[in-house]
């Protein structure tokens, strides 16, 4: 991967809509130049796919949380894989330094769905508790591939 790569991907990361020909005007190469380029950036998996971003609030999931979740004992990634999974309003979850076990993101309707769902983590096996903190304003919003 070179600088023109990275150029691309940061166009694409942009808006995956552009044109090619718009791409290639600003990084000094054709259309077919940078659709070749994009091939083969898919194809070695540096681009994993193209997507959307849809304002969580405009499907009715507008209030959000970051949770701690604290086990007992030593659990596996893969059992809390198996716990988060079973709740949809959970959209992000990794295990994490610190004296909590994992992280976890949920998106939910209101705070009594918010509520419904946290419960739904404290009861599995293992979860000894929980520490939420609810976003009130959103600062900085970047999304990583």
Known sequence: MDA????????????????YGDIGAVVGLSASAVKRRVDRLLAEGVIRSFTIQVDPATEGMSTEAWVELFCRGTVSPTELRRILSAVPEVVYAGTVTGSADAIVHMRSRDIPSLELALERVRVAPNVDHTRSAIVLSRLVNRTAG
């Open 4 to 19: 023109i790569d990275s150029r691309i991907i940061d166009l694409l990361k942009r808006n995956a809509r552009s044109a």
